[in-house]
């Protein structure tokens, strides 16, 4: 999948969760077991399909990936808001 797929186009917003995971050597079944979300939700996350996180999820994410909002998600270029 690549950034300017019509998912990722639909809302403006990249998820990089697979990155982030095979950085960590981390599968998505392991961080939903410590985060606390479904992986069937952690996988529309994952493929662009989320249309909303909560910041809850978004802090238990990253809490655990050790990262910043901004390594997680990323404004597609061309994106206008609406």
């Known amino acids: 999948?690549?950034?300017s797929d019509s998912d990722t186009d639909e809302t403006g917003i990249h998820c990089h969760l697979d990155a982030l995971l095979a950085e960590r050597n981390m599968t998505l079944?392991?961080?939903?077991?410590?985060v606390g979300v479904s992986v069937v939700n952690l996988s529309i996350l994952k493929n662009n399909r989320a249309k909303a996180i909560r910041?809850?999820?978004l802090r238990a994410i990253c809490d655990v990936?050790?990262?910043e909002v901004g390594d997680l998600?990323?404004?597609t270029s061309?994106?206008?808001p609406q």
Request: with cysteine; charged share 20%; hydrophobic share 30%.
């Open 1 to 3: 999948m690549t950034v």
């Open 29 to 34: 079944t392991e961080l939903s077991r410590l």
């Open 55 to 57: 910041y809850s999820t």
């Open 65 to 67: 990936l050790e990262c």
């Open 73 to 75: 998600l990323s404004r």
């Open 78 to 80: 061309g994106c206008t």
